[in-house]
């Protein structure tokens, strides 16, 4: 007897540990004992799971009204919490519980239910107290049993780094599965204390550390000391593999305002020793290639995004960069963890605290969506992944990926061999043109320099006249009055000139260097790891990367369809009142030419055949891109390619943007300019009246 009231304790500790008070937690309790026949193995089965599905359940059914005590909430969270069953990834077999919902009768259950709603709907005045954690040595005890609930492991390879995941948050047993919809109840609260535990081991070989990360939701503090996490982790070495054990725990204890959310996640983090970099490794591109997760970010469930960005042994890093992001609903905080045993080794993660859509009072479903699969189609070398965490906005269907341009119907686009000259190759080099001296006739272009430096950024002399070009563009003198010969599709007859742009010319085919060549940069496609993103509802999607690029980066290149300008007249004419436009004109040479043949006059499109570049939102002049005109394949320059660098360093989770030199002032234009919502001081669309 005694045995049984002991094993009572324990399952409601344990409940409590989820957040889950006693006062609602015995009645079902006692309703399931009487139901398994006191058979206890039963309910203390991994670790109390029937019961606590049995709790979610009576929720389930009985639809709670939202109008708890303040002090109830959590439960109401809870209930809140689980998503409606066709969107629930997580399969409810898995759990290998005895099946309550068939076994209770419908009086049982109504008497079950009865109970529930009657300890919900009581005032009680809950004692906060204060949140202790067992230490790992107390944690054997069998009082406290760390919940087995499935916790998601999801492993990533990226240059030798691994990253595995055990991710848990507080009491959302439902939500193992990363990716699917998930509604959430934004309730106001007062203070609540939240717990996450999570366990697991994984094997794998030659683990190096672990670290243990705590992160909670919630408008709370600007601050983490709300926070803590422990862990208790060892690896134990052994070929060949080695083992690693992680327990971990972490609470928070804050004040949660009014009408947000508050969450705790915990993600453990394995890593393995880096290794080199090689993309013709198979082997890492097949690691790389995965189309689960990005390499060094773990998306959480509910779109928590925590980013790897730095591992280092230096002391000197900033622990706080503030909010990098210019959009104003998703702040991020900059965590910087040590690495057990050591003082010196950090990482440095960011937290993106996305806003938590939620299944509101109204009962209005709001979803939130995690859309995770590389846009690419594996094309990229690196998976481009999507994030939304923003609206229900779901991934862009709408459009094709391609990596690199294609021609539709009579563009004229001519890579014919014999068409490049001596002059424009250099097909007697060896090696790396850009270590050959003099330098040879592919640096023509750019005075008898290189465009690239030797670490493949471009040179910072270029991108500085690239980037006074683009800034220049209102003023009429850095402007060609060429478009009274042709119609052009600027302005309709309007035109105030095209840019005078300056060309990159990179090495091809007849060149005799090979691919190593420094001075092909932008043929070698993307080799940073970027990130669709949704950015906010004015701007719609945009582009991410997810890693701390330098000044004068290539990040991509603008690929769509080539298309004729009396083409792309005719598809503006039917798309005048779409909301996102994608065509850019191919005019970077149009002052150095004379008339021009219908099929010469080139611009690319993106709308239904495109790269990641698509995505690019517009930022009025100081933006952290800069498209740069590239000759590759023809040495004439109707068509080249249009490529991007970084203006200026950039950190990764900044959204990258580019100035589209649009007019927001010309009434002509056959599609109406957007309402600019860059942010930049220097906006240019903001004086734009709609
Ligand atoms: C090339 S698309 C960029 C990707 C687009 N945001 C999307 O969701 O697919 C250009 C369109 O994005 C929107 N956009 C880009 N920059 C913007 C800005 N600064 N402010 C408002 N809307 C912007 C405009 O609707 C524009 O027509």
Same mark, same amino acid.
């Given at each position: 007897?005694?045995?049984?009231?002991?094993?009572?304790?324990?399952?409601?500790?344990?409940?409590?540990?989820?957040?889950?008070?006693?006062?609602?937690?015995?009645?079902?309790?006692?309703?399931?004992?009487?139901?398994?026949?006191?058979?206890?193995?039963?309910?203390?089965?991994?670790?109390?799971?029937?019961?606590?599905?049995?709790?979610?359940?009576?929720?389930?059914?009985?639809?709670?009204?939202?109008?708890?005590?303040?002090?109830?909430?959590?439960?109401?969270?809870?209930?809140?919490?689980?998503?409606?069953?066709?969107?629930?990834?997580?399969?409810?077999?898995?759990?290998?519980?005895?099946?309550?919902?068939?076994?209770?009768?419908?009086?049982?259950?109504?008497?079950?239910?009865?109970?529930?709603?009657?300890?919900?709907?009581?005032?009680?005045?809950?004692?906060?107290?204060?949140?202790?954690?067992?230490?790992?040595?107390?944690?054997?005890?069998?009082?406290?049993?760390?919940?087995?609930?499935?916790?998601?492991?999801?492993?990533?390879?990226?240059?030798?780094?691994?990253?595995?995941?055990?991710?848990?948050?507080?009491?959302?047993?439902?939500?193992?599965?990363?990716?699917?919809?998930?509604?959430?109840?934004?309730?106001?609260?007062?203070?609540?204390?939240?717990?996450?535990?999570?366990?697991?081991?994984?094997?794998?070989?030659?683990?190096?550390?672990?670290?243990?990360?705590? =992160?909670?939701?919630?408008?709370?503090?600007?601050?983490?000391?709300?926070?803590?996490?422990?862990?208790?982790?060892?690896?134990?070495?052994?070929?060949?593999?080695?083992?690693?054990?992680?327990?971990?725990?972490?609470?928070?204890?804050?004040?949660?305002?009014?009408?947000?959310?508050?969450?705790?996640?915990?993600?453990?983090?394995?890593?393995?020793?880096?290794?080199?970099?090689?993309?013709?490794?198979?082997?890492?591109?097949?690691? =790389?290639?995965?189309?689960?997760?990005?390499?060094?970010?773990?998306?959480?469930?509910?779109?928590?995004?925590?980013?790897?960005?730095?591992?280092?042994?230096?002391?000197?890093?900033?622990?706080?960069?503030?909010?990098?992001?210019?959009?104003?609903?998703?702040?991020?905080?900059?965590?910087?963890?040590?690495?057990?045993?050591?003082?010196?080794?950090?990482?440095?993660?960011?937290?993106?605290?996305?806003?938590?859509?939620?299944?509101?009072?109204?009962?209005?479903?709001?979803?939130?969506?995690?859309?995770?699969?590389?846009?690419?189609?594996?094309?990229?070398?690196?998976?481009?992944?999507?994030?939304?965490?923003?609206?229900?906005?779901?991934?862009?269907?709408?459009?094709?990926?391609?990596?690199?341009?294609? =021609?539709?119907?009579?563009?004229?686009?001519?890579?014919?061999?014999?068409?490049?000259?001596?002059?424009?190759?250099?097909?007697?080099?060896?090696?790396?043109?850009?270590?050959?001296?003099?330098?040879?006739?592919?640096?023509?272009?750019?005075?008898?320099?290189?465009?690239?430096?030797?670490?493949?950024?471009?040179?910072?002399?270029?991108?500085?006249?690239?980037?006074?070009?683009?800034?220049?563009?209102?003023?009429?003198?850095?402007?060609?009055?060429?478009?009274?010969?042709?119609?052009?599709?600027?302005?309709?007859?309007?035109?105030?000139?095209?840019?005078?742009?300056?060309?990159?010319?990179?090495?091809?085919?007849?060149?005799?260097?090979?691919?190593?060549?420094?001075?092909?940069?932008?043929?070698?496609?993307?080799?940073?790891?970027?990130?669709?993103?949704?950015?906010?509802?004015?701007?719609?999607?945009?582009?991410?990367?997810?890693?701390?690029?330098?000044?004068?980066?290539?990040?991509?290149?603008?690929?769509?369809?080539?298309?004729?300008?009396?083409?792309?007249?005719?598809?503006?004419?039917?798309?005048?009142?779409?909301?996102?436009?994608?065509?850019?004109?191919?005019?970077?040479?149009?002052?150095?030419?004379?008339?021009?043949?219908?099929?010469?006059?080139?611009?690319?499109?993106?709308?239904?055949?495109?790269?990641?570049?698509?995505?690019?939102?517009?930022?009025?002049?100081?933006?952290?891109?800069?498209?740069?005109?590239?000759?590759?394949?023809?040495?004439?320059?109707?068509?080249?390619?249009?490529?991007?660098?970084?203006?200026?360093?950039?950190?990764?989770?900044?959204?990258?943007?580019?100035?589209?030199?649009?007019?927001?002032?010309?009434?002509?234009?056959?599609?109406?300019?957007?309402?600019?919502?860059?942010?930049?001081?220097?906006?240019?669309?903001?004086?734009?009246?709609?």
């Amino acid at each position: 007897m005694d045995e049984d009231k002991e094993r009572f304790r324990r399952a409601l500790d344990f409940m409590k540990t989820l957040g889950l008070h006693s006062s609602v937690v015995s009645p079902i309790l006692r309703r399931l004992l009487k139901l398994y026949e006191n058979e206890w193995s039963l309910i203390e089965e991994e670790n109390y799971r029937a019961l606590a599905d049995s709790y979610f359940d009576q929720l389930e059914n009985k639809d709670i009204a939202c109008s708890y005590s303040a002090e109830l909430q959590l439960e109401c969270l809870s209930y809140k919490e689980i998503p409606p069953a066709d969107s629930v990834h997580y399969q409810r077999g898995s759990l290998r519980r005895p099946k309550i919902n068939t076994a209770i009768s419908d009086s049982s259950r109504s008497e079950l239910e009865s109970q529930v709603h009657h300890s919900l709907s009581m005032p009680r005045a809950v004692k906060e107290e204060p949140l202790e954690f067992p230490s790992a040595t107390e944690r054997k005890d069998d009082a406290f049993q760390p919940a087995a609930l499935p916790a998601a492991s999801i492993l990533t390879q990226e240059q030798g780094k691994q990253i595995v995941l055990f991710n848990k948050e507080h009491k959302s047993k439902l939500q193992n599965n990363y990716s699917g919809d998930l509604a959430k109840c934004h309730k106001p609260r007062k203070k609540l204390a939240i717990i996450a535990h999570s366990e697991g081991s994984i094997r794998k070989e030659g683990l190096e550390s672990l670290l243990c990360i705590a =992160t909670a939701y919630g408008n709370v503090s600007d601050d983490e000391s709300g926070v803590s996490a422990k862990h208790v982790g060892k690896i134990t070495e052994g070929i060949p593999h080695s083992i690693m054990e992680v327990n971990c725990t972490a609470t928070s204890s804050r004040s949660i305002s009014e009408e947000k959310d508050a969450n705790l996640n915990l993600a453990m983090l394995c890593t393995t020793p880096a290794v080199p970099c090689n993309p013709s490794n198979q082997k890492q591109r097949e690691a =790389t290639s995965k189309p689960d997760f990005p390499h060094d970010s773990v998306m959480l469930n509910r779109g928590q995004e925590i980013s790897v960005l730095e591992d280092s042994c230096s002391d000197h890093m900033p622990e706080e960069r503030g909010n990098i992001d210019s959009g104003p609903a998703v702040p991020y905080k900059r965590l910087v963890l040590r690495r057990k045993g050591s003082s010196s080794s950090k990482l440095v993660a960011t937290v993106k605290e996305e806003p938590i859509c939620a299944q509101d009072c109204e009962g209005q479903h709001k979803k939130y969506i995690l859309d995770e699969y590389d846009i690419s189609r594996g094309q990229e070398l690196f998976p481009i992944l999507v994030s939304n965490s923003v609206s229900n906005e779901s991934v862009p269907h709408t459009f094709c990926y391609i990596k690199s341009n294609i =021609t539709f119907q009579n563009a004229y686009v001519n890579f014919a061999l014999a068409r490049i000259g001596e002059e424009d190759c250099c097909a007697k080099c060896i090696g790396n043109c850009l270590e050959s001296y003099p330098p040879c006739h592919c640096a023509r272009e750019t005075s008898g320099e290189f465009a690239y430096n030797l670490d493949g950024r471009l040179r910072q002399s270029l991108l500085q006249e690239a980037i006074e070009d683009k800034r220049n563009t209102e003023s009429s003198s850095s402007r060609n009055k060429y478009c009274d010969k042709f119609s052009c599709l600027l302005s309709s007859g309007d035109c105030k000139g095209h840019l005078i742009r300056k060309f990159v010319k990179e090495c091809w085919s007849k060149c005799g260097c090979d691919m190593r060549c420094g001075n092909r940069v932008v043929q070698k496609g993307i080799c940073r790891k970027l990130q669709v993103s949704y950015i906010s509802r004015a701007k719609g999607w945009g582009l991410r990367t997810l890693e701390d690029l330098p000044s004068g980066s290539f990040v991509c290149e603008y690929v769509g369809e080539i298309l004729t300008n009396t083409e792309l007249d005719k598809r503006n004419a039917v798309r005048a009142g779409h909301s996102y436009h994608y065509p850019t004109l191919l005019d970077a040479d149009l002052s150095s030419e004379t008339i021009l043949q219908d099929e010469e006059l080139l611009c690319l499109d993106a709308t239904n055949y495109g790269n990641v570049a698509r995505f690019i939102n517009h930022r009025c002049y100081d933006a952290n891109l800069v498209d740069i005109p590239v000759e590759i394949e023809s040495p004439d320059h109707h068509y080249y390619h249009i490529a991007f660098f970084t203006t200026r360093e950039v950190q990764a989770l900044e959204e990258l943007t580019w100035d589209y030199c649009i007019d927001f002032n010309d009434k002509k234009h056959p599609i109406k300019a957007f309402r600019c919502c860059c942010g930049s001081d220097y906006c240019r669309g903001r004086r734009y009246k709609a």
